[in-house]
């Protein structure tokens, strides 16, 4: 800026415009669980998607289940807030966030003007295997979506921010290939369907085997395993019937690749 137009500058008193009480960050972490099934015949294991929540200490709302998360401070951005928050009360590393956004609904926070930015991940089960609770976190737990959405009172507008990271990572598994960080290097297309399935609840594509292998938008997503002859592998781990393996390739694609 020229000496002129310093000059020039209307004056400005920060003072003249309240700023809000507090600015947090909150944290959904999402999860999925997997249970070997004890059974005679072979199937597939038990997959259950969760979330992490936790036990509030103090007021306001103590004792309720709400999403990790705190206020952020002067001389760090919100994507640290939420990165040191989650580690402080969880014991959790943040480093595979994503913005949701941002919730300002006046009176959401009984403290006052509260404005809440919003964070989502979801992780492998490791990721979450040594959560503890500390600083304003009781206890940490996870929670399935009906715990989580239905028997739960949850803190704040958490329920609101839970169900809008719920419908993203649905998005996610729609759209991308999200799936290949749940299953192994090699897999079949009954074990594809379960992951994601357990994410979408609805999700009941009939046709999914001949679309995820044969149509053209999806070329490339997908490809059969072979042996070193050129031999198609199989597994016959979860079936009685011996099914085709397949692995994700690089391919990135632009449209949804299952429906």
Do not use: C
Not at 175 to 182: C, D, L, R, Y
Request: hydrophobic share 35%; no cysteine.
């Amino acid at each position: 800026m020229t000496n002129g137009q310093e000059q020039n500058r209307p004056p400005y008193d920060a003072k003249k415009y309240r700023t809000p009480d507090g600015i947090p960050a909150d944290i959904v972490m999402f999860t999925l669980t997997k249970q070997e099934r004890r059974a005679a015949t072979k199937s597939l294991p038990i997959f259950d998607l969760k979330v992490m929540l936790i036990r509030r200490k103090s007021w306001p709302f103590a004792g309720a289940w709400a999403l990790p998360g705190g206020f952020s401070q002067e001389d760090e951005s919100l994507y640290e807030t939420a990165s040191r928050e989650l580690m402080e009360e969880t014991g959790v590393e943040g480093r595979h966030l994503e913005y949701l956004g941002v919730y300002s609904k006046p009176g959401r926070d009984p403290r006052g003007w509260i404005i809440s930015h919003a964070f989502f991940a979801f992780v492998e089960e490791w990721v979450l295997e040594k959560r503890k609770a500390a600083d304003d976190a009781q206890k940490v737990g996870l929670f399935t979506m009906k715990e989580a959405l239905e028997e739960l009172e949850l803190a704040f507008d958490h329920r609101e921010i839970l169900k809008d990271a719920y419908k993203r990572i649905q998005q996610q598994m729609l759209q991308t290939t999200i799936a290949k960080q749940f299953l192994p290097e090699h897999f079949t297309l009954s074990e594809l369907y379960q992951v994601i399935q357990t994410v979408v609840p609805d999700f009941a594509e009939l046709n999914f085997i001949r679309k995820i292998t044969s149509t053209r938008s999806r070329q490339g997503i997908l490809e059969e395993v072979r042996d070193e002859n050129g031999q198609p592998l199989l597994s016959n781990q979860y079936s009685q019937r011996p099914a085709q393996l397949y692995r994700f390739t690089d391919f990135t694609p632009q449209l949804s690749i299952y429906t």
